[in-house]
């Protein structure tokens, strides 16, 4: 015998509720559509479901198991409603989010576990990526958003992207270099000292070669190639030796006190740190949610950035 998973649900709301009229009020249907759908499951069953003459109603054992079966169907209507209306407002979901390394290390990792503060039903995936591979990524529907350096985008490249961070690089070293001894520092001196190759991939490593041309170097003194931010910071902490870092990276180690700027003045990139994804891409409430918080965030970072930069006294 096949019974309508419906006329479950409503023989549990009414048994839950003690009542036809607050049964279907749960429900938001009508009280007579309930006592027609209770008449006809009897009629289905060949048995009475309440006992007669009882206020309010009492279910007889068969209505208690049949009410029991449509409980768990009522749960889950609940569960799956709640589901709904969570995603739909951003409170649910999957964000699949790729970026360069040193960024998503230094900044994107704890924007994300403050975000799941107050959305802790979002499951946030992050990936490594540089430009080609995140433009690739997003092509493919891999990704939902890339966050990496970029200046601008071919045309007709189905992307969009907004920008969270201006460009700018400076000369990172320990907070016990001999070189922030100096007051006026010149680009002999740091040709005096090893140099961190950012990892390979990375525009760092153009930006690299272009400020040590500009100081006059012939060669390039490496004596480390980089991979993560955090084996970059580790041997940074050990040695006097320097490397290129976009000011926001070093900018939130500050707390740690362990790397720092030099007070040097370089070309700034031309390119800035900016939010990308496929313009055609389906709607995510999700995805629209953390975009929106991780550009707050940098709107608070780039305040603090602007006015650390401007307590600073610029050489070169």
């Excluded at 490496?222 to 900018?251: C, E, Q, W």
């Amino acid at each position: 015998m096949k019974i309508d998973e419906r006329h479950l649900i409503q023989l549990a709301a009414v048994v839950k509720t003690g009542g036809v009229t607050e049964g279907a009020a749960l429900l938001g249907l009508a009280q007579p559509a309930v006592s027609r759908t209770l008449s006809m499951l009897e009629k289905r069953v060949g048995e009475p479901l309440f006992v007669k003459g009882r206020r309010p109603l009492q279910p007889t054992p068969l209505g208690l198991s049949l009410a029991e079966h449509g409980l768990v169907m009522l749960a889950a209507s609940h569960k799956a409603s709640d589901l709904v209306e969570s995603f739909r407002v951003g409170k649910s979901g999957v964000v699949r989010i790729g970026g360069t390394p040193f960024f998503m290390d230094a900044l994107i990792a704890r924007l994300c576990a403050e975000f799941q503060t107050s959305h802790p039903d979002v499951r946030i995936d992050q990936s490594y990526g540089y430009f080609p591979d995140l433009r690739a990524a997003l092509k493919a529907d891999q990704i939902d958003l890339a966050i990496c350096p970029i200046d601008i985008l071919d045309e007709g490249s189905g992307l969009e992207f907004q920008q969270i961070l201006p460009g700018r690089n400076v000369v990172a070293c320990r907070v016990t270099h001999p070189l922030l001894l100096k007051r006026r520092p010149q680009p002999s001196h740091l040709l005096d000292y090893p140099w961190i190759a950012p990892p390979p991939g990375s525009p760092l490593l153009a930006d690299l070669r272009a400020l040590l041309l500009s100081f006059g170097a012939t060669e390039i003194k490496i004596r480390y190639t980089g991979g993560s931010l955090m084996s970059v910071i580790n041997y940074l902490k050990s040695a006097d030796a320097l490397t290129i870092m976009p000011h926001s990276v070093v900018f939130a180690q500050r707390k740690e006190k362990t790397i720092t700027a030099l007070p040097i003045t370089i070309p700034h990139p031309e390119r800035a740190l900016a939010i990308l994804k496929r313009i055609d891409a389906p709607r995510a409430p999700a995805v629209d949610q953390f975009a929106e918080f991780v550009r707050a965030g940098f709107q608070d970072l780039r305040h603090l950035i602007k006015r650390h930069e401007e307590s600073v006294i610029w050489g070169l």
